[in-house]
Nanobody, 115 residues
Framework: QVRLVESGGGLVQPGGPLRLSCVAS????????MGWYRQAPGKERELVAG???????KYEDSVKGRFSISRLYGANTVYLQMNSLAPEDTAVYYC?????????WGQGTQVTISS
């Protein structure tokens, strides 16, 4: 069984930083692509940033230059460094790991940007 656990969410003032972490555990025997998604109230879940097993990255346009995804070398642990946060970044952030055709999800962590 595979389990993903996110941490690091919270309430931040506009312009502030926040760092999310995600650790995958269980029956995992390889380094897999991982990503961060977010879902705001009334909106669909969207990909924020993704990272391959070889650490190639991609970002949703609105977060380019502000967010940075990284991973622990050789592990299924991923981070999302978020800078210059804005109210529109408020959402539940989910970590995902892909293994083959299947995606595994964490429970989500709330990120709220407000003064």
């Amino acid at each position: 069984q595979v389990r993903l656990v996110e941490s690091g969410g919270g309430l931040v003032q506009p312009g502030g930083p926040l760092r999310l972490s995600c650790v995958a555990s269980g029956n995992i025997f390889s380094v897999n692509p991982m990503g961060w998604y977010r879902q705001a109230p009334g909106k669909e879940r969207e990909l924020v940033a993704g990272i391959t097993s070889t650490a190639s990255t991609k970002y949703e346009d609105s977060v380019k230059g502000r967010f940075s995804i990284s991973r622990l070398y050789g592990a299924n642990t991923v981070y999302l460094q978020m800078n210059s946060l804005a109210p529109e970044d408020t959402a539940v952030y989910y970590c995902q790991m892909k293994r083959g055709s299947r995606g595994y999800w964490g429970q989500g962590t709330q990120v709220t940007i407000s003064s």
